[in-house]
């Protein structure tokens, strides 16, 4: 990929993306351009807390609660997984179990398993297992297609 940037002393600011084929990272730079606030907003030790979406891990559903987790917060979000999901229409985020979604450009290691399954090595350390329903998709979004 070829990056041509150059400084303008007079005007308006403006970017322009040339591509052949939309990939995953034309959509990820677009997503970026498009969403410059680019947060997360949740409640973490009684106060309302914002993330950048780069820096979180994962998010789990449990008992009808999200959270979202980073290398040092955890944090309470309102709203479902599948409402994250359609708010965020990159694939940098991949719904990897009912309850589980994973960052995917913080997977440093993975593995497969028996039945089908994917162990995924986070950032932090923590495995997070990618259910045998989704492996195949997540597989595919491996080799660039959705």
Not at 96 to 125: F, H, P, Q, Y
Request: hydrophobic content about 35%; aromatic content about 8%; some cysteine.
């Amino acid at each position: 990929m070829k990056i041509d940037i150059k400084q303008i002393f007079e005007g308006e600011d403006s970017i322009f993306i040339r591509y052949k084929q939309e990939t995953p990272t034309i959509k990820r730079i677009v997503s970026i351009l498009e969403n410059e606030d680019n947060k997360l907003w949740g409640r973490a030790d009684g106060e309302n807390v914002a993330v950048s979406y780069e820096d979180i891990l994962y998010l789990e559903s449990v008992d009808d609660k999200v959270f979202a987790y980073t290398t040092d917060k955890v944090l309470k979000i309102d709203g479902s997984l599948n409402s994250f999901m359609s708010a965020n229409d990159d694939d940098s985020f991949f719904r990897c179990s009912k309850s589980m979604i994973i960052n995917v450009n913080r997977v440093v290691a993975l593995k497969s398993l028996s039945s089908n399954r994917i162990d995924a090595t986070m950032e932090s350390g923590e495995h997070i297992m990618i259910s045998r329903r989704y492996a195949s998709d997540f597989r595919r979004l491996l080799k660039g297609g959705r």
